[in-house]
């Protein structure tokens, strides 16, 4: 079992770049990634994605990028452009008939004035060294996603174990539950009609009242919970997407539970019926973070 929340940090530096990846996930019920990065890594987006798309399937992520090149950038002054916009503006001042100045810092700061080497660091070099990173990041991020997995299970387990206790007192019980209820429904029918019945009539009242009593009967409703606690033991087992399967099983437990406890509505086992909902929902909540 792997929880969809996690983190995961890696660095990595050297004489040319400074660089800084953090993983962070929660609970969602599709992928939902975002990435942040400088535009320097732009090129390399498609390939982050579909390395990520590897290991994380489902959850909200968010991946953030810190990058510092450290390495100086080449630069040169383009003289023909610097030329140009010098004598526009001589051009301009002879216009307008003025001795105002251009700072030499706003014309410094117009396109393409300064020409800067394109490749700070070799790009094949730079893929290798975010895509690591990457890797290790993501390794971190899983690492701790499978320590609360394991957290996850261990409190299912538990309320499991609860439930199956709850389920067996409840099923113990229902035997004298169920003899109860069909005496007193033929008592109260006799002495409502005692002196008006007929042989023949007392007996179809029996046997209406024993079928009527056994449509109640919560055996079939105990199987089947009991089924689906070991189904949900077994998947928590399996280190595949279970998520989805595990919430499906508790809803079909709820509904079981729900049941017994509208045909057994004894308060001998209200506590029992009220622990095992209780776990239930506890176990919906954890599942919920469950990829």
Not at 120 to 136: P, R, S
Request: aromatic fraction near 6%; proline fraction near 1%.
């Amino acid at each position: 079992m792997i929880s969809m929340t996690g983190y995961g940090r890696a660095k990595y530096l050297d004489e040319f770049v400074d660089l800084e990846i953090e993983v962070r996930s929660v609970n969602s019920r599709f992928l939902d990634l975002r990435i942040k990065q400088p535009s320097i890594l732009s090129f390399l987006e498609s390939e982050i994605t579909k390395q990520i798309n590897k290991i994380i399937v489902r959850g909200k992520v968010d991946i953030n990028i810190y990058l510092k090149i450290l390495k100086e950038p080449d630069m040169e002054l383009n003289e023909e452009i610097v030329k140009g916009y010098w004598n526009l503006y001589k051009k301009a001042k002879d216009i307008v008939g003025t001795d105002a100045h251009l700072p030499f810092a706003k014309l410094l700061s117009e396109k393409d004035i300064i020409k800067f080497d394109k490749e700070l660091i070799n790009e094949d070099q730079l893929t290798k060294v975010i895509m690591a990173t990457l890797n290790k990041a993501l390794a971190e991020h899983q690492q701790m996603a499978a320590n609360e997995g394991t957290s996850m299970k261990d409190y299912c387990l538990t309320s499991l174990n609860l439930m199956t206790s709850a389920l067996l007192k409840i099923e113990d019980q229902f035997p004298n539950y169920k003899n109860e209820k069909y005496s007193r429904l033929k008592n109260n029918v006799e002495e409502l009609l005692g002196e008006l019945l007929k042989e023949d009539d007392h007996k179809r009242l029996l046997l209406e009242t024993a079928i009527y009593v056994e449509k109640t009967d919560i055996t079939e409703e105990i199987v089947r919970l009991r089924d689906h606690i070991e189904k949900f033991m077994l998947l928590l087992k399996e280190e595949n997407e279970i998520g989805k399967k595990l919430n499906f099983i508790l809803q079909e437990m709820h509904r079981e539970i729900n049941t017994i406890g509208s045909k057994f509505n004894s308060t001998v086992v209200f506590e029992d019926v009220i622990i095992i909902k209780e776990e239930i929902e506890k176990c919906r909540e954890i599942i919920q973070n469950v990829k």
